[in-house]
């Protein structure tokens, strides 16, 4: 009877360990994860519409876009961070601003995926009769090889001028999407032995992962 109640003892003590063990492992799992970060540096053209304040007249233009910005790791289902964001309309001028930024873990990762931003703009152009320091809100939609769709739209003002009223569409292609956070579907033909914060894992793998764990230290 001695012999098994010590026995018994020892398993007890094993077990709040054992979970100790288990969960300084995940939490150091999730720190290194927290390490890595999501990247986006890209570009394209479309169209705009910009309104003229000062006359009421609706003035459409070619406008060329880029932005680059860092999130949070790219594992996870939700990404956000902050991005540079310009906008050049042609014979008209440059918008340049900055901008929140939320995304789906698969936008980050370079697949299909969605990103909302929202910032403000220094619009120094044509007298400010187009707006002045306008609110900015974008959405694009990312697809594998680094290509996106953004629209975006300029409204109000953050100063006492005139509000600006104007949105544009254009065809992108983020050059970190396509290279260094790329994964998935795409490595079939072009494999990404090292994509920024790793690949993601199998659904269930960190779970079976922390369950042998637990296991192994119960049976020592």
Known sequence: MRAESMVGRAAMNKTP??????FAAASLSGREARADVSSWMGGGAGYALERNRVIGHDDFATAFTYSFGVGSSPLKPFVFGGLFRGTT???LGTD?????????GGFARGDWGVAIDAGALWRGWRGSSYGAWPLQGVVTVGAPWGFQL???????TLTG???ARGGFAALEID???L???RQGATEQWWPNPAPAGGHEP???AALTRTSGFCSSALIE
């Open 175 to 177: 050059l970190l999407r």
């Open 96 to 104: 340049l601003g900055v901008a929140l930024r939320g995304a789906t």
């Open 161 to 163: 001028g005139l509000s």
């Open 179 to 181: 290279t260094v956070m």
């Open 89 to 91: 309309f042609v014979d």
């Open 17 to 22: 360990i054992a979970f100790g063990l288990a």
């Open 150 to 156: 953004a629209v975006g739209t300029e409204l109000g």
């Open 202 to 204: 199998p659904q269930g």
